[in-house]
């Protein structure tokens, strides 16, 4: 079975040609009350000589101490492997072929990762039930690559879109704390020439959280994906009253919008040489507008969060045809 899995900062994603499956990249103690009536569903993994932990949303809400981690050593770290080990028990076979992606800057760690991730057999167990799982095939792209797959495949990895599949494309993946900016060109080439921004999606949501807090106390309770909307729409509806933000969003998305189309500029000056600037990752949602309004030929692609993954997959369906 082909499977996708693209770990980032902020969410954990899996795509096996059918089902999206995502949940928050954080490890945490157990803790949980096992007489507790909470009607969530477990999701704990034991690793042998690592011990048992909480994974995803669950580790987020419940464990005492979470562990999270940003740096370059992460890939080789346990909690990175948790969040593997995690992917893992959510697909049933027990033999996989992966395709998943590092950060552009990190990619030359590709080989220590292929290690990792093909190790033998990966032995755990998933809510009580052991699994023994054997990675046959593991193939590591630059992440913001998957996007590309993902628009210029198929679902059998065929190309369906041929001007993508040999042209040259701006990327810009805007993640949870980093925005990577690269060129692809072709299918299968990467220029050397990258640039990445440490700032995501993560920080502009939370921005413009506490600056509605400030005005309308009201607002605490909005999850993440209802900022996104209200992000969007620069506008919210208290009591019935439906209220106009854009200078509070503005202030907040503007400097980083900026900030990408300065490094635009320097990259691929008027970018008349792409055929396409392709905007992905979750904060896409809240800083492509303002791209493509600078830029006729940028598009937002569908579904931003899962296209890294979704293309992992499609190059997995790929090599394996
Ligand atoms: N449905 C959504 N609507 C709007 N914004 C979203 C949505 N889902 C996620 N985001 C925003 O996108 C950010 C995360 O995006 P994404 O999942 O692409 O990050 P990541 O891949 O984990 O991070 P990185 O690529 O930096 O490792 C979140 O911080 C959130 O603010
Ligand atoms: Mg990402």
Not at 1 to 15: E, Q
């Amino acid at each position: 079975m082909i499977i996708g899995i693209d770990i980032g900062y902020n969410a954990t994603k899996l795509f096996d040609g059918k089902t999206k499956t995502i949940f928050a990249s954080a490890s945490g103690t157990v803790n949980k009350s096992r007489f507790s009536l909470t009607t969530k569903e477990d999701f704990i993994v034991k690793i042998p000589g690592d011990g048992e932990w909480m994974i995803g949303e669950t580790a987020v809400e419940e464990s005492r101490i979470i562990a999270r981690r940003e740096d370059r050593k992460w890939i080789t770290s346990p909690e990175y492997y948790r969040l593997f080990i995690g992917a893992l028990s959510k697909v049933k076979d027990n033999i996989v072929s992966i395709v998943t992606g590092l950060p552009v800057a990190f990619y030359d760690d590709k080989d220590e990762l292929e290690q990792i991730l093909k190790a033998g057999e990966h032995i755990f167990s998933a809510n009580g039930v052991d699994r023994k799982v054997t990675v046959d095939k593991c193939l590591v792209i630059p992440q913001p690559f998957g996007t590309v797959a993902c628009l210029a495949l198929d679902e059998n990895g065929n190309i369906s879109d041929k001007d993508l599949a040999s042209g040259n494309v701006g990327i810009i993946d805007i993640g949870g704390k980093t925005t990577n900016i690269l060129t692809v060109s072709k299918l299968s080439e990467v220029a050397r020439q990258t640039v990445s921004i440490n700032t995501g999606g993560w920080d502009i949501a939370r921005d413009v959280k506490n600056q509605l807090n400030k005005i309308y106390p009201a607002m605490e309770e909005q999850r993440d994906h209802e900022i996104a909307d209200i992000v969007r729409n620069k506008s919210i509806t208290l009591f019935g009253n439906k209220i106009n933000i854009a200078e509070i969003v503005d202030s907040v998305v503007f400097p980083l919008s900026q900030q990408v189309i300065a490094e635009i500029n320097q990259m691929w000056g008027s970018s008349a040489g792409l055929s396409k600037i392709v905007i992905t990752g979750g904060g896409a949602y809240f800083v492509a507008p303002y791209i493509m309004q600078k830029y006729s030929h940028a598009i937002m692609v569908d579904d931003p969060v899962f296209s890294n993954v979704i293309g992992y997959y499609k190059l997995g369906a790929r090599t394996n045809a």
